[in-house]
């Protein structure tokens, strides 16, 4: 059973239509489980961008989830889509980082296009059921924390922008059919819609990394590319204002991420613990066993709650970038203790290919990082504690 009582609880707790709600994560976890979960080690192992994944998810609906139905959208509430995203996460974590990926630009779409940009890219293109791919790209060689400081250039020649720069370790831009691409104008960092076939646009090197080897980490360069102003989203100067409520979505699902991870390392453990036999029985039996696997659990239901109180939030109140912060350092973190007891939980084993955990560590190292580093995380909420 993919989608756990947990979640439903969560659901119910907070929605008078969690039957049906229910009822439709239940669904998603079944097709998590039986087409998605299957090919997650390959993927991996072979480094292979989960396309065929993807077009099943797509198929699913479930990129759809949070959208507005006028942009063929399921228009049902956030909670849902990070429990969707959740056991997308605990059968494929790289699966599931291309939909965070792909609703945080959706979401920017959604939120800073003018009506003929959501119609186009939204609808038309597909990006909101997952018929297009999108990449996200702000961080450059210099600068990740301090994006301020960016140094790629969009110079206006009349209607036009010219664009040039590097961008580097971006998810996956060499598959993605439309960049939301963050670069410096006269009046500020402003925010511009670069489809993939701009001349110019270079995926340059690809970077070998830990985990989520199902992306390929790149640097992009961006060699005097022209777009159009239509192309530009929303007001120029305003980039890195819009940024902030993109990664407040982003923060939310990739923190879901974190906890569909922990999820698969604790049901695995949980497995091996009654299999496994030392000194005449099940480890599972000897209590320094079961304070790991105790705390694991706790630590998951804790993150799990954060997350649901975030996203529950979204939309209802204008400032949860605290709360979303919480969530997604508390998640984050958790997910690499768990993953760090899963392996010691299965010894020897859990450090060799053959078990998945292993895997699950890698992947969740990522998510301290991505998207706002811990300590960057942490800064803020203190912050908005002090204001
Ligand atoms: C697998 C992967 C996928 C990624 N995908 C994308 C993507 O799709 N698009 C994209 O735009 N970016 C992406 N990134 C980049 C990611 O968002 C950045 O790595 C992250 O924001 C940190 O920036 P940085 O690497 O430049 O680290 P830096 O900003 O150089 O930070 C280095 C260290 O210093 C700390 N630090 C920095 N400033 C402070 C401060 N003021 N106080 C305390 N500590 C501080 C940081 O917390 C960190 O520990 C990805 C990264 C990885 C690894």
Not at 217 to 223: P, T
Not at 308 to 325: C, D, P, Q
Request: hydrophobic share 40%; glycine share 8%.
């Amino acid at each position: 059973m993919y989608y756990i009582r947990e979640q439903k609880n969560i659901i119910e707790m907070l929605y008078k239509e969690a039957e049906e709600y229910n009822l439709i994560l239940e669904s998603i976890g079944n097709f998590a489980e039986k087409e998605i979960f299957p090919t997650a080690k390959k993927v991996d192992e072979e480094e292979i961008f989960p396309r065929q994944s993807l077009e099943k998810v797509s198929k699913q609906g479930i990129m759809a989830i949070p959208f507005p139905a006028e942009y063929n959208g399921l228009g049902l509430p956030f909670p849902v889509y990070i429990n969707a995203i959740e056991m997308l996460a605990k059968a494929c974590a790289n699966t599931a980082l291309q939909v965070s990926v792909q609703g945080m630009v959706c979401e920017g779409i959604r939120l800073f296009g003018n009506e003929r940009q959501k119609n186009e890219l939204l609808k038309e293109k597909g990006l909101v059921e997952g018929r297009s791919l999108a990449a996200f790209a702000l961080t450059e060689p210099c600068c990740g924390s301090d994006a301020r400081s960016i140094q790629t250039k969009a110079e206006r020649l009349g209607n036009r922008f010219i664009l040039n720069g590097t961008k580097t370790l971006i998810t996956s831009p060499g598959e993605a059919d439309i960049i939301l691409l963050f670069a410096g104008t006269d009046k500020g960092i402003s925010s511009f819609i670069l489809p993939k076939e701009t001349a110019g646009f270079k995926v340059a090197k690809v970077i070998p990394k830990l985990g989520f080897r199902g992306h390929s980490l790149s640097e992009v360069h961006i060699d005097n590319c022209e777009v159009p102003e239509e192309n530009l989203l929303g007001e120029e100067g305003k980039g890195l204002e819009y940024a902030k409520h993109i990664l407040n979505s982003g923060r939310m699902t990739i923190a879901a991420i974190a906890v569909g991870i922990a999820q698969a390392a604790y049901e695995k453990s949980l497995s091996y613990s009654k299999e496994r036999k030392a000194f005449g029985e099940s480890i599972s039996e000897f209590q320094l066993v079961q304070e790991k696997l105790a705390n694991m659990v706790t630590e998951i239901n804790a993150a799990r709650l954060l997350i649901s109180y975030a996203a529950f939030l979204k939309g209802k109140r204008k400032n949860i970038a605290s709360e979303v912060s919480q969530a997604k350092v508390f998640a984050s973190e958790m997910a690499l203790r768990v993953c760090d007891n899963a392996i010691q939980i299965h010894g020897g084993y859990g450090y060799t290919d053959e078990y998945d955990i292993h895997r699950h560590w890698r992947d969740a190292r990522l998510i301290t990082i991505g998207e706002g580093t811990s300590d960057i995380l942490r800064l803020l909420i203190a912050r908005l504690a002090l204001k």
